[in-house]
């Protein structure tokens, strides 16, 4: 059984402040994502990465995805309100399933 | 931008009864699945769906469970007794295949199911 496991669980800090969410794995993907999820709604993606050490930018977050494959950071540069939300992390394990991870609700204070 | 759809947003339903939801994938994907999240808990797999059959399932898909595509945008989840635990947010999500090889999917915004 493959398990995504997200830490930390909950994050809360002040507005502009930075953080990072990480994701790990004890088996190999074949590909990881990123998704935020607000309430009663479905996961939106924010990244794909596909190869070992990539690092994807997007705006103020940057996406890491580790040598090995076996992990992924997000990491988020002067948080702010809007950034509150659900964060998860996906993925594949070689087969047609997308497994998510446990999540990280963070919180920003304004 | 194109999106999934789904309907009902959500359903109440009496412990025993059958229940449908529906789901209308992007025009232009070829996979299909089903997720659902218990309040609280993480997104689980359901299913997936390929060239009109089942590609692959979960534990959690016994006989209960059953999917079908009627026509060609419809996509369908049906829970043929409802149980409490099924109550939750069931999503469908749509994929084409990507030319990096990952899975990347679109999600509808899910429909509540509460069985009482």
């Known amino acids: 059984t493959q398990l995504l496991e997200q830490s930390p669980q909950f994050l809360s800090i002040q507005e502009g402040e930075n953080l990072t969410v990480y994701c790990n794995s004890s088996?190999?993907?074949?590909?990881l994502q990123w998704y935020r999820q607000e309430p009663g709604e479905g996961p939106v993606l924010l990244v794909t990465?596909?190869?070992?050490?990539e690092v994807k930018k997007l705006k103020r977050l940057t996406f890491q995805f580790g040598d090995a494959r076996k992990d992924s950071s997000l990491h988020i540069t002067a948080a702010q309100p809007g950034d509150t939300g659900l964060y998860l992390c996906?993925?594949?394990?070689?087969?047609?399933?997308?497994?998510f991870g446990t999540g990280t609700r963070l919180t920003i204070i304004p | 931008e194109p999106e999934v759809t789904q309907t009902p947003s959500h359903q109440v339903t009496q412990m025993g009864q059958e229940v449908i939801l529906r789901c209308v994938p992007i025009?232009?994907?070829?996979?299909f699945y089903w997720y659902r999240q218990i309040l609280g808990q993480k997104v689980e797999f359901l299913v997936s769906?390929?060239?009109?059959?089942?590609?692959?399932k979960s534990e959690i898909f016994d006989d209960q469970f059953s999917v079908e595509r009627p026509d060609g945008s419809n996509f369908t989840l049906k829970i043929r007794s409802t149980k409490l635990e099924d109550s939750a947010m069931y999503f469908c999500?749509?994929?084409?295949?990507?030319?990096?090889?990952?899975?990347?999917?679109?999600f509808g915004a899910g429909s509540r199911l509460t069985v009482l």
């Open positions: 999500a749509s994929r084409r295949l990507t030319g990096t090889g990952a899975n990347v999917l679109t």
């Open positions: 088996s190999v993907f074949s590909s």
């Open positions: 990465v596909v190869t070992g050490g």
């Open positions: 996906a993925a594949n394990f070689g087969n047609e399933k997308l497994t």
């Open positions: 025009s232009n994907h070829l996979y």
């Open positions: 769906f390929y060239n009109n059959e089942i590609s692959e």
